[in-house]
């Protein structure tokens, strides 16, 4: 499979973006899709992942309550509804594809990007203070 994030960009403090991740090559319907980030001279980390059927998400708890992960199956794509953005969201985001994970992956499993097989190039997002 191959991911294309798209919907990066500069926004101010407060402000919003949704970023999706259209997927092609085959369906994601039995996939755990999730999201990472990685701000200059950090590591990548965990941002939301969300379940096959999409009746369970994930958060890091730096984003939780501001973001929201969603999936549409039948268009093959992955969003990520990102509010009350802060300069700290600042990075390339990522989204990742595994296709081996069970329903109920959990939290802990769901956020281990050793798990995700698959990658997108990532999209930028760049929060102004």
């Known amino acids: 499979v191959q991911l294309q994030a798209s919907g990066g960009g500069l926004v101010q403090a407060g402000g919003s973006l949704r970023l999706s991740c259209a997927a092609s090559?085959?369906?994601?319907?039995?996939?755990?899709m999730g999201w990472f980030r990685q701000a200059p001279g950090k590591e990548r980390e965990f941002v939301a992942a969300i379940s096959r059927t999409g009746s369970s998400t994930y958060y890091s708890d730096s984003v939780k309550g501001r973001f929201t992960i969603s999936r549409d199956n039948g268009k093959k794509t992955v969003y990520l509804q990102m509010n009350s953005l802060k300069f700290e969201d600042t990075a390339v985001y990522y989204c990742?594809?595994?296709?081996?994970?069970?329903?109920?992956?959990?939290?802990?499993?769901?956020?281990?990007?050793?798990?995700?097989?698959?990658w997108g190039q990532g999209t930028q997002v760049t929060v102004s203070s």
């Open positions: 090559g085959r369906t994601i319907n039995r996939d755990l």
């Open positions: 990742a594809a595994d296709p081996n994970a069970i329903l109920t992956a959990g939290q802990t499993y769901s956020s281990n990007q050793e798990n995700y097989n698959y």
